[in-house]
């Protein structure tokens, strides 16, 4: 094989020490943002609270904690989830300045073109679920439960179910990168996506059936029409790039 040009061969201890290094500098700006964050996290999670949880709602969802800990352990939660999304790129660069060494021109200017879009997507996806996928789903369950019982949400429980549906919308919008790469690397074709469509329109319905975190059918069906919108849109953006 022939090496990469300007890279040394050096030993695995002196490429571990240097793995450590980076990673400390990557995860150490990541812990400080925890500990800001976490010194406003009750702020953040009344913000969090009127605008995801009670918005649309007519009267005042109160919080409701079952534990000593789970108050501490949500804004934990909060502050995590906020300092990891500031931290990524970060992370991302000192990766890519660990393994740079290593790779082809073409490779770096693939990692450098793929990287951003990546985040960009995971970005558009979770406002998404944020804005409106998250406040839509609460809005719609409650609204159909208070006639029966009087609504008494956990804290930590309501905000593992925003973090999961904002994580998860986020990863499914990778869907237009993975499926524009795939087609690229010819390991599927155009023609064939296209006159599988109503197949795979079954299989994206079955995968939101799956990993919703919400038992509602809106929270599946919602899911579902975004796979569906992003699979139409990687097929338009093929056709071009």
Do not use: C
């Amino acid at each position: 094989m022939n090496a990469v040009p300007g890279d040394n061969e050096l030993p695995v201890g002196e490429h571990l020490v240097e793995l450590r290094s980076r990673m400390i500098k990557a995860i150490l700006p990541i812990v400080v943002f925890a500990v800001v964050v976490f010194m406003y996290s009750g702020e953040l999670l009344n913000f969090i609270w009127r605008h995801a949880v009670s918005g649309g709602i007519t009267y005042t969802l109160d919080m409701n904690i079952y534990s000593p800990m789970e108050l501490i352990l949500t804004k934990f939660k909060i502050s995590l989830m906020f300092a990891l999304f500031l931290g990524i790129p970060l992370l991302m660069y000192e990766i890519f300045m660990f393994v740079g060494k290593g790779l082809y021109e073409k490779e770096k200017i693939f990692f450098i073109k793929v990287v951003p879009v990546s985040f960009i997507l995971f970005t558009a996806g979770a406002a998404l679920a944020y804005l409106a996928v998250v406040p839509l789903i609460f809005k719609y369950t409650i609204f159909y439960s208070v006639d029966v019982a009087t609504p008494q949400i956990s804290v930590i429980r309501t905000v593992s179910t925003i973090v999961a549906m904002v994580t998860g919308f986020g990863l499914i919008f990778q869907l237009p990168l993975l499926l524009v790469f795939a087609l690229k690397m010819n390991i599927v074709k155009l023609e064939y996506l296209k006159k599988k469509r109503m197949i795979i329109y079954g299989a994206l319905l079955a995968f939101a059936l799956f990993v919703s975190p919400d038992p509602s059918v809106l929270s599946e069906l919602i899911v579902a029409l975004v796979l569906v919108v992003l699979f139409e849109f990687s097929l338009f953006i093929a056709r071009y790039f």
